[in-house]
């Protein structure tokens, strides 16, 4: 990790910080390192303390460049998100290797492909049309609750928290009462280090963490194990069943697999979805001129969809690893050597959206990096931008006008984030 290409890559100490920082997700320093990498370091190393050193990689065309290489670029070698020594050292105590679970995020060839392809199919536009009237059922009663307020809320309690959570439920199989368990156990599992949603309030140390973490996953476990029962003997039209019945080489997943698919569907679809609605409606209400073109133009629903994500970019990071010594952006990274893919800064990259940091919904195109990017690209895409554009088709045109009613939260975290309050005003058509 000491030989590069250009001499020494280290990025400053404070502009490293930033980045394993949770407080500087939520108030935006981490756009102005971001910025200042894009421009002076698009490729350096990171020291922060107690972390391993990580390549930062903040470019578009890098951060596609190593999501391709899917041989070179490992997901399973080393931790997956940003991880401490601290807790990376207990996780291996706990699993014997660098991750708590082993969902599709934590795979590799030849497993990843062979545990894709058991849903692959679930989430394709065709299969997902099939929902698409219950979908649009769940946004029209979600919208009519957020009226029902009376000229305001707080969006992000009213209506982006519940409904993406409402849909995923909806098509995994999971009863509406349990909604809340699943709600806290993905805020745990996402943005533990949020005070706010972390189990505990006291500072974090790796012990407390970690043993957090593992109580999360085994009250996923423990639930997911008694659905996965109930699907073998009642086969339904849901997604559970699917997973539940799923066979690799002729046999059930392993258990330990199995609850790491059921928890990577049930979560990764809701805190990045709601966050990315959330982001439209904020972009919507501090540009009155912007919410005149959408509410006018109708046909720019799906672009707001899609800039929304990119603008808000809920998923800040993923980490690979180098299987073997390569060259990329005239540095020379090592077998070994572990990367930070900067999604919220290759989705402000000048060098490939124009104007980067203004919100428009007729942007074209919009090769925003959100879903990340080659083997591991977001099986949820469809169903994310699905859910959204219709719950804008259904809410923008009882809206006669939008505007801020409060100060904007964002959660602290450096993996997933987006805002936790919204106070809107509103007036209905
Ligand atoms: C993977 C973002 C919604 C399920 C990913 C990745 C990102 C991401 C960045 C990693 C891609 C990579 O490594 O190249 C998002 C965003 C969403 C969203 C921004 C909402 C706006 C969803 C939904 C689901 C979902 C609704 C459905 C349940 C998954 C799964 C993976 C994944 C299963 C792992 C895929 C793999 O490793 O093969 N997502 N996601 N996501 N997402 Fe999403």
């Known amino acids: 990790m000491d030989t590069t290409a250009a001499g020494n890559l280290d990025i400053p100490a404070d502009i490293a910080a930033t980045l394993v920082d949770p407080v500087a997700y939520a108030d935006h320093r981490i756009h102005d390192s971001y910025r200042w990498l894009r421009a002076n370091n698009p490729l350096g190393i990171a020291r922060p303390e107690r972390f391993d050193p990580f390549w930062v990689v903040t470019k578009h065309a890098h951060i596609q460049a190593i999501s391709r290489q899917n041989e070179l670029f490992h997901n399973a070698d080393r931790p997956t998100t940003l991880t401490n020594q601290a807790v990376e050292e207990r996780v291996r105590k706990i699993t014997g290797g660098p991750n708590l679970v082993r969902s599709l995020v934590q795979m590799d060839a030849p497993d990843h492909p062979k545990y894709r392809a058991l849903t692959q199919g679930w989430f394709m536009p065709a299969n997902l049309g099939k929902f698409e009237a219950r979908v649009r059922e769940i946004a029209r009663a979600t919208v009519q609750r957020m009226l029902d307020k009376g000229g305001a809320c707080d969006f992000v309690e009213d209506v982006a928290l519940g409904y993406p959570l409402h849909v995923i439920m909806e098509i995994l199989g999971v009863p509406e009462a349990d909604e809340p368990r699943m709600l806290k156990l993905t805020q745990e599992l996402f943005g533990p280090q949020d005070p706010d949603t972390a189990r505990s309030r006291e500072s974090l140390s790796a012990e407390l963490f970690s043993a957090m973490m593992q109580a999360v996953v085994a009250d996923f476990s423990a639930y997911f194990r008694k659905i996965t029962e109930d699907r073998r003997r009642n086969p339904r039209d849901d997604l559970a069943t699917v997973i539940a019945n799923a066979k690799i080489g002729g046999d059930y997943m392993p258990e330990h697999d199995q609850t790491s698919y059921y928890m990577i569907v049930a979560t990764a679809g809701h805190d990045t979805t709601s966050s990315s609605t959330a982001g439209a409606i904020w972009a919507l209400a501090e540009d009155p001129a912007e919410f005149a073109k959408v509410k006018a133009n109708p046909e720019l629903i799906p672009g707001l969809v899609d800039e929304a994500i990119r603008w808000m970019t809920p998923v800040k990071h993923f980490m690979r690893s180098a299987t073997a010594d390569t060259e990329l952006g005239g540095r020379r990274i090592a077998k070994g050597d572990w990367l930070m893919l900067c999604y919220a800064s290759g989705n402000r990259d000048e060098e490939v959206f124009e104007d980067p940091y203004r919100f428009r919904s007729d942007r ?36 006669k006008s939008l505007s801020l009613d409060g100060e904007v939260k964002m959660t602290q975290a450096y993996f997933v984030n987006g805002p936790k309050k919204l106070p809107i005003r509103f007036e209905v058509n």
């Open 364 to 399: 074209k195109p919009n090769r925003h990096v959100a879903f990340g990017y080659g083997a591991h690209l977001c099986l949820g895409q469809y169903l994310a931008k699905l859910e959204m554009r219709i719950l804008f088709e259904e809410l923008l045109p009882r809206l």
